[in-house]
């Protein structure tokens, strides 16, 4: 089969993209399973309070930024989307096998602080998956995409916010008030993790039948452990869009995630201006944030693969601004507890309050995809696994750096740190130097044998 660009496509590529997106959102929803409803957990696992579910999400991002750079290798190899996949898959399995066992514990073992150890491990491996899978979405859609769905392709396997979306209603509608029933969610969550380690395992394609593209096609012989890193220092000190784009990149995405986990505590405060808003009512605007941080990630791939072809710089300018600006806002609705922080409160109806911190979330995660493949496309020839691992590891060591700061700074401190992280981005993005080496080296139509039969 010919796409009408002149490249040969391998329909099964559909199945690696599903299959990713699954692996992708049940990483997630794994990470999330404590969180979506702590009370009841505690109450099953004594040794398992609020702060403990803390540090099990903290895993995600402490176990990420050391495995980024070894993932980043394996994608150099023609079957390292495969390998990637099927750890992925393995570890999410064998995570959710361990959760299982304090489940049986006798409830005067669960008091004992070694009760939860097999939990921690199981959050360690799922986090490790996590570093393992979210590297990877701009090799997968340069592997088996055409050039013209690249962003798209990138921003669908990003999905790690569906399986988030997923959690919010599973956990308690599993639970249903019940702590006993907390086996019961863990049992579907190893049921859910077995459906991609089979499938993972008894079909997924290392790569397409043929190079889908030139530049995929002049991806040469994968680099020894040396080569790779001196090629990713070289390409980090010589391409002058890298650093800048770390610095967006370890800004705009990783601080701001940060300041989503202090969501619920500026909806919830009680001021000198009035009672905040109920836990419901709060966790409801958690929620409404995450699918309009999906719905940025999935729609933003077909604006640029059609509009923004060649002007991703511009895109990301545009979307940062409008981030920026809904986020400077916002946080005149929150009254400021600090006496230090000199931001004006503009009481606002809930309403309001609630579409602006929606829609601000929808313009920053939109911003991720594009990152994704500006990186890929100042990188060129290294690979989208290099300039990936890239952007993932300045998200994570952002994310990092906030989950250890945040807890000793006040709320106010932090909202207006993130407004100015946010703030800075469409500057330093308008530094950047953009070049499109990939898109320049697939200026030409791949050489395809006069033997194949789908050539007409």
């Given at each position: 089969?010919?796409?009408?660009?002149?490249?040969?496509?391998?329909?099964?590529?559909?199945?690696?993209?599903?299959?990713?997106?699954?692996?992708?959102?049940?990483?997630?929803?794994?990470?999330?399973?404590?969180?979506?409803?702590?009370?009841?957990?505690?109450?099953?696992?004594?040794?398992?309070?609020?702060?403990?579910?803390?540090?099990?999400?903290?895993?995600?991002?402490?176990?990420?930024?050391?495995?980024?750079?070894?993932?980043?290798?394996?994608?150099?190899?023609?079957?390292?989307?495969?390998?990637?996949?099927?750890?992925?898959?393995?570890?999410?399995?064998?995570?959710?096998?361990?959760?299982?066992?304090?489940?049986?514990?006798?409830?005067?073992?669960?008091?004992?602080?070694?009760?939860?150890?097999?939990?921690?491990?199981?959050?360690?491996?799922?986090?490790?998956?996590?570093?393992?899978?979210?590297?990877?979405?701009?090799?997968?859609?340069?592997?088996?995409?055409?050039?013209?769905?690249?962003?798209?392709?990138?921003?669908?396997?990003?999905?790690?916010?569906?399986?988030?979306?997923?959690?919010?209603?599973?956990?308690?509608?599993?639970?249903?008030?019940?702590?006993?029933?907390?086996?019961?969610?863990?049992?579907?969550?190893?049921?859910?993790?077995?459906?991609?380690?089979?499938?993972?395992?008894?079909?997924?394609?290392?790569?397409?039948?043929?190079?889908?593209?030139?530049?995929?096609?002049?991806?040469?012989?994968?680099?020894?452990?040396?080569?790779?890193?001196?090629?990713?220092?070289?390409?980090?000190?010589?391409?002058?869009?890298?650093?800048?784009?770390?610095?967006?990149?370890?800004?705009?995405?990783?601080?701001?995630?940060?300041?989503?986990?202090?969501?619920?505590?500026?909806?919830?405060?009680?001021?000198?201006?009035?009672?905040?808003?109920?836990?419901?009512?709060?966790?409801?605007?958690?929620?409404?944030?995450?699918?309009?941080?999906?719905?940025?990630?999935?729609?933003?791939?077909?604006?640029?693969?059609?509009?923004?072809?060649?002007?991703?710089?511009?895109?990301?300018?545009?979307?940062?601004?409008?981030?920026?600006?809904?986020?400077?806002?916002?946080?005149?609705?929150?009254?400021?507890?600090?006496?230090?922080?000199?931001?004006?409160?503009?009481?606002?109806?809930?309403?309001?309050?609630?579409?602006?911190?929606?829609?601000?979330?929808?313009?920053?995660?939109?911003?991720?995809?594009?990152?994704?493949?500006?990186?890929?496309?100042?990188?060129?020839?290294?690979?989208?696994?290099?300039?990936?691992?890239?952007?993932?590891?300045?998200?994570?060591?952002?994310?990092?750096?906030?989950?250890?700061?945040?807890?000793?700074?006040?709320l106010g401190i932090v909202s207006l740190a993130c407004f100015g992280s946010l703030a800075i981005c469409p500057f330093?993005?308008s530094t950047v130097k953009s070049t499109y080496k990939r898109m320049d080296a697939e200026g030409y139509m791949p050489?395809?044998?006069?033997?194949?039969?789908?050539?007409?």
């Amino acid at each position: 089969m010919l796409h009408k660009e002149g490249y040969e496509l391998d329909p099964r590529r559909f199945y690696v993209l599903i299959l990713f997106i699954f692996l992708m959102a049940q990483q997630c929803l794994f990470w999330f399973t404590f969180s979506s409803d702590p009370e009841e957990v505690h109450m099953f696992f004594p040794r398992i309070s609020s702060g403990v579910v803390d540090q099990l999400l903290n895993w995600g991002p402490i176990m990420c930024v050391p495995m980024v750079p070894f993932v980043s290798f394996i994608l150099q190899r023609p079957d390292g989307l495969r390998l990637c996949m099927r750890l992925a898959a393995a570890l999410c399995f064998v995570a959710c096998g361990l959760r299982l066992i304090p489940c049986f514990f006798p409830l005067h073992i669960k008091k004992q602080f070694w009760s939860t150890l097999p939990i921690h491990l199981a959050q360690i491996l799922n986090g490790i998956a996590g570093a393992v899978l979210i590297t990877a979405p701009s090799r997968l859609s340069a592997m088996w995409f055409p050039p013209g769905q690249r962003a798209t392709v990138t921003g669908l396997a990003n999905s790690s916010f569906f399986g988030a979306a997923v959690g919010f209603y599973m956990g308690p509608g599993i639970i249903k008030g019940n702590p006993d029933n907390v086996t019961n969610l863990l049992i579907a969550c190893f049921a859910i993790s077995a459906v991609p380690f089979i499938a993972v395992f008894c079909y997924c394609p290392a790569q397409p039948r043929k190079q889908i593209s030139n530049s995929e096609a002049d991806s040469g012989i994968p680099p020894s452990a040396s080569e790779f890193i001196k090629g990713t220092g070289q390409l980090i000190l010589n391409e002058q869009a890298i650093p800048l784009i770390m610095i967006v990149t370890f800004f705009g995405i990783g601080v701001y995630d940060g300041w989503i986990g202090i969501l619920p505590q500026l909806l919830t405060q009680n001021t000198t201006h009035g009672p905040g808003w109920t836990q419901d009512l709060s966790g409801i605007c958690g929620m409404s944030h995450t699918f309009s941080c999906i719905a940025g990630m999935y729609s933003i791939g077909p604006i640029a693969d059609i509009f923004f072809k060649r002007r991703l710089k511009t895109l990301l300018i545009f979307l940062f601004i409008m981030a920026a600006g809904l986020f400077g806002w916002m946080i005149t609705m929150f009254p400021s507890t600090s006496e230090f922080v000199p931001i004006p409160y503009i009481q606002q109806p809930k309403a309001v309050v609630f579409v602006v911190i929606c829609f601000a979330g929808y313009f920053r995660s939109a911003t991720f995809p594009i990152l994704f493949e500006l990186a890929a496309e100042v990188s060129f020839p290294h690979s989208e696994g290099t300039s990936g691992g890239i952007v993932i590891f300045c998200e994570h060591l952002a994310l990092l750096t906030a989950l250890f700061v945040i807890p000793h700074i006040q709320l106010g401190i932090v909202s207006l740190a993130c407004f100015g992280s946010l703030a800075i981005c469409p500057f330093v993005m308008s530094t950047v130097k953009s070049t499109y080496k990939r898109m320049d080296a697939e200026g030409y139509m791949p050489i395809l044998s006069k033997d194949d039969p789908t050539i007409s």
